[in-house]
């Protein structure tokens, strides 16, 4: 009888291997590596975008696909801390050129930080793309889109296309330099969008009333909520009677509007005295429809609903009153006409 004690099993148990998912899910990260889509050399965006607003995407493309998130929230000091941008108004335009490029969505909430998500497939090219949406290498190869590879294709046709191509790129750089620190601080708002707009009209697209009054915190930081809110409700009555213009026209309208409100009144010259003389009918004449034609004339003394033939012959009658030389005379000024607007006028 054998020693049951002993006695092996017939059937042995069998050691199953499940799949790490844990060690699968974190694997992007313990990698240390951020994925980058193809499409972004592939359709020439990094070549299309200015440095910042790719410095703000790689950023946005971390926060997200980084982390495999679609969206995240960030703020603007985020972006200048990571990107090493200096200013927020830069930010600002480099978000505004990403949107524009439809490269990204903003959700934007009032209290709330913004929301950013990549939509790098609706991409807007400003470039003629390639055949059969491949991009081009100078030594005769094609990257395809969807397969992510390359295929070779014959030399020729395209390689004279590509250097055509170059060549004009090379000509336009010469006239539009993008670095240029004239254009530094110029502030873009939805300039993509070429649609004109009533500003009533504007208010149901974008975010108008917060954009303009973070335009003007900008612009002076010591204006207060309430002055914000009284220019904007000023602003909103002279708008009534404006065309319609883009959302970069209503912005620079704007823009101008708080830098004459808070630039310190000009001194007047005393060396004009001696040049004095009052103005003829026949000045009077000219002057009046270049004062009103002057936008930043207009925007301040033009009624509401008031025509322009009516608004000119409410001017030329004011011209010649005294009490409204010294209102008159510095844009009379501006426009060329240096005289000393006395009580002789």
């Known amino acids: 009888m054998p020693n049951l004690a002993h006695a092996l099993s017939q059937t042995q148990g069998e050691i199953v291997h499940f799949p790490k998912t844990g060690q699968n899910a974190m694997s992007k990260k313990e990698e240390g ?88 497939n609706q991409y807007h090219q400003t470039v003629v793309p390639p055949l059969k949406g491949g991009s081009t290498i100078e030594g005769g190869e094609s990257t395809t889109h969807e397969q992510g590879g390359s295929t070779p294709v014959e030399q020729g046709t395209n390689k004279e296309n590509l250097k055509e191509n170059l060549n004009k790129e090379k000509k336009t750089l010469l006239v539009d330099n993008s670095e240029n620190e004239m254009f530094d601080d110029s502030v873009k708002y939805h300039e993509g969008d070429k649609k004109q707009y009533s500003l009533r009209e504007l208010a149901n697209v974008y975010t108008v009333q917060t954009d303009l009054a973070e335009q003007a915190k900008r612009i002076d930081p010591k204006l207060d909520d309430a002055k914000i809110l009284s220019e904007l409700k000023n602003f909103a009555q002279w708008s009534t009677s404006r065309e319609k213009t883009t959302a970069q026209g209503w912005m620079n309208y704007w823009i101008y509007r708080i830098q004459k409100l808070v630039a310190p009144k000009a001194k007047s010259q005393k060396t004009t005295k001696a040049k004095s003389k009052s103005l003829s ?58 005289v000393d607007l006395g009580p002789e006028l």
Not at 68 to 82: A, G, L, W
């Open 281 to 338: 009918d026949a000045q009077i004449n000219y002057f009046v429809s270049e004062l009103c034609n002057y936008s930043t004339f207009a925007s301040l003394y033009s009624n509401v609903g008031e025509t322009q033939k009516s608004f000119e012959a409410r001017i030329s009658a004011n011209l010649r009153k005294p009490e409204y030389a010294k209102t008159y005379g510095p844009y009379l000024a501006e426009l060329g006409f240096v």
């Open 33 to 120: 590596f951020t994925r980058l889509p193809n499409v972004l050399i592939d359709t020439q965006i990094m070549a299309e975008l200015n440095d910042k607003a790719f410095k703000c995407l790689m950023f946005i493309i971390r926060q997200t696909l980084g982390f495999d998130r679609e969206s995240h929230t960030i703020s603007i000091t985020q972006f200048q801390k990571h990107c090493g941008i200096k200013k927020e108004e830069t930010v600002a335009r480099a978000i505004a050129e990403l949107e524009d490029t439809k490269l990204i969505k903003v959700d934007r909430k009032k209290g709330c930080l913004n929301k950013y998500l990549l939509t790098l």
